[in-house]
């Protein structure tokens, strides 16, 4: 199942048909996912690799979810546990517009990480809040050369 120790797209796939009960491609594959009330086991795999920027990406059916509809499809899902969740929410998109010193970028990708916070706020229940909700900060900053 390794190529030369990295796994091949073909690889995870196999697995997540023996793992997962579903598999997500599309926005409109969490779409209907959460219409039909969510499986117990879920891969989504929106990208080949890195996510498209925010502002990139296709909004349709057909596209990339964003990182907001992602956390609400997982917050909805995840407060059914009876023993609570940890839901852990990353936007490494911000930090790849810092090295490209792209400021433009990166804070489109922050507000889109602001509105994904948001919703594990309003959306979660008050345990999650209280005991789980633990934003953070992208992880360095880079210095875009027109900044002082």
């Known amino acids: 199942m390794l190529n030369s120790g990295h796994w091949r797209r073909y690889d995870i796939l196999v697995v997540a048909i ?3 009960s579903r598999y997500l491609q599309t926005s409109g594959d969490l779409r209907k996912w959460r219409s039909d009330g969510g499986t117990e086991h879920v891969l989504g ?3 080949p690799s890195h996510m498209d920027y925010e502002p990139d990406r296709e909004a349709g059916d057909g596209g990339q979810p964003s990182l907001t509809e992602m956390t609400e499809a997982a917050v909805e899902h ?3 546990a009876p023993a609570g969740f940890f839901l852990m929410v990353e936007s490494g998109r911000i930090d ?3 090295h490209d010193n792209s400021a433009r970028r990166a ?9 994904a916070v948001q919703v594990g706020v309003y959306r979660g229940s008050q345990p999650f809040l209280f005991n789980r909700l633990s934003p953070s900060p992208p ?3 880079r210095r875009c050369p027109w900044w002082t």
């Open 139 to 141: 992880s360095h900053r």
């Open 107 to 115: 804070l489109e990708e922050t507000l889109e990480f602001e509105r």
């Open 45 to 47: 795999l929106f990208a």
């Open 18 to 20: 023996f793992v997962f």
């Open 78 to 80: 995840l407060s059914r």
């Open 96 to 98: 790849h517009a810092h």
